[in-house]
């Protein structure tokens, strides 16, 4: 088997194909959450806070000097991030939560009667034939 046909037989399992929808589909919320708290959430918070741009919170380390470019510690690019993560974070929880309740029911449901063995099915004829009569 070539190295080839071995690697299609390996992304074509239905765990990768899935696994790749998933990884494409998170890509696009951790996007579309980034945008919720850097232009939705963040500047009330920031206004509420006196008008700050978290953002533009910064430590300087080192002055700008002879062309070199200040040293600083972008504090508020992470806190922002923090609470990116919080929201995805509580978000995957909800849907784990929600698959949960709905596994949880499936193994709760009553199992569907068994279906009659070959004797009984053969009796049921029987006794059909007979009524026919």
Not at 35 to 53: A, T, W
Not at 55 to 84: N, P, R, W
Request: hydrophobic share 50%.
């Amino acid at each position: 088997m070539s190295m080839l046909t071995e690697f299609k037989d390996f992304a074509m399992r239905g765990n990768v194909v899935d696994m790749a929808v998933g990884i494409v589909i998170g890509g696009a919320f951790g996007k579309i959450v980034s945008s919720f708290v850097g232009d939705v959430l963040m500047p009330p918070i920031g206004m509420l806070l006196g008008g700050v741009d978290f953002s533009d919170l910064v430590i300087t380390l080192k002055d700008a000097a002879d062309g070199a470019e200040a040293v600083t510690l972008g504090y508020g690019a992470f806190i922002q991030t923090v609470i990116d993560f919080l929201i995805i974070a509580f978000a995957i929880f909800l849907l784990v939560k929600a698959m949960n309740t709905v596994i949880k029911k499936k193994e709760d449901a009553p199992p569907p009667p068994p279906a009659p063995s070959k004797e009984e099915q053969l009796l049921t004829e029987i006794r059909d034939a007979l009524r026919a009569r």
